[in-house]
């Protein structure tokens, strides 16, 4: 018998050109309004997805990777998605939105009194996305903090926050008609937080949403502090790992001991595997399609090192495209995940030239043989079934723009085979963001 899985989109790329370069931008939405998105987000709800994550860099980059990022509005411009998120709210009544957050950039008071106001706006749908990149600290006149330090200042803007969200767990909002006393002083936390990082006076001036109303925690870091991040602190890990059964079941193990290791439990956390399936027609038109990416062509390439390079956040056109990469040129800020997604199946950069590796990129695979994600709907959801069933996988995050060609394209035909096979949830219950991740 099938189980039900979450599932979630990452609106990568966030609040950008939605649909630059491809046909679909003559739709003539316009990026920089709401409708666009709100018409998308109302498309997933009614697909059942439990939240919404917007992606977000602050800063366009340094200046190696500056045109490579806008030239094609592949990197930036980006709108703050905090701006956003009210509108999408509006537009929807279940699904959660937990949109990025950088420990580095937004103060935790801000955050929580920024956060604490949208739980009360939505009825307990807000989330955080909190990432640790550090290559915006330039724009505050902060110094860049190493990868490990760099959590470890996310450590403390969540204990932080958390206080804050529970400075007026006391009972200090009374609200007492006969007394006319709405909230009483001397029962909030006047707490005096001097970290390493953060110097914070508490209480926060904003009621909070209730005892169980902190916001969902994401995180989509998969280093060692990374995972033990998430152990300590996450309500859902954003997972980037090969959507194979050893090394799902693997990836969970690791979450788990660190939410063990932690006081948590298992249960605690929802670990959801980022997914990007390619879904055809027939497995005619799979197969055709997986046969043409084969030999990618210069222009292919070309496109494919522009992409890993605004991601990585290193240059990979100016190398040799006949040499392996050395991979001292990826500062430690570099998502380990992503480094890892350019080796591929490699274990080192050792084992193969750019050109190698750019043309695997390139290549498509069929869904059923294990080798990419092209399938039929069908096939797709044979594989999401198959992932619950023998690794016990919590779910996905479907990954893309917010357009809502990219949404019909992806869901149309996979929501009704997964609802009938039992996978994808038919109705929400309640309980906000939290409800949704914990309705079953
Ligand atoms: C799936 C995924 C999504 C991410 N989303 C963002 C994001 O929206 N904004 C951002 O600044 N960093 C983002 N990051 C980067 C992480 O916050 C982190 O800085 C990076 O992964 C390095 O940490 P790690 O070595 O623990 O993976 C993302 C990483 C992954 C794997």
Redesign the pocket.
Known sequence: MARLQHFGW?FARGFGPQGWGHPYWEWNYDWRTPKLYQQAVRELEQAGLDLVIP???ISLGTDETLDLRIRSAYGGPKHDPLMLVPYLLDATEKIGFAP?V?AGATPPYLAARQFATLQHLSGGRAGI?L???VKSARHFGLDELS?DAAYDRAEEWIDVARKLWHSWDGGAHVADRATNRFADASKLDRFSHEGEYFRVDGPLNAVPFGPEGDPVIVS????G??LAFAGRNSDVQ?A?ARLTVEDVVAYRRKIHDAAIAQGRSAQDIKVLF?FKPEIVSSREEADRIVAASQTPSDEVIRAILEGQSSDLETDLTVLDLDKPVDPAIFGQ?V????IKGLLGKHESFEEATLRQLAVAKARKGRITDGSGFVGTADEIADFVEALGDDADNDGFIFSGDLHPVTIHRTLDELVPILRRRGVLRTEFGDGGLRGNLTDF
């Open positions: 990452f992606e977000d860099a990025t950088n996305n990432v640790t990149d990868h989509p870091g998969g280093s502090p990374g954003l980037l980022v800020h998502s380990r995940g992503t």
